[in-house]
């Protein structure tokens, strides 16, 4: 059997991260904080079992 070839959805988000400029350190920092809240909300979605 053979693995159908998937896009690597770590790389993808990588190069959409490295692909969005952050123009001044305000925004670099609200780009930071919707990463951190997305971890943070993963976080508590898996340790609901």
Known sequence: M???K???KNLQNTVKKLET???NSHQRQ???QQTN???HQDALNHDEE
Do not use: H, P, Y
Request: no cysteine.
């Open 6 to 8: 998937k896009t690597d």
């Open 21 to 23: 400029d952050a123009v």
């Open 30 to 32: 609200q780009i930071q």
């Open 2 to 4: 053979t693995k159908a």
């Open 37 to 39: 809240d997305r971890r």
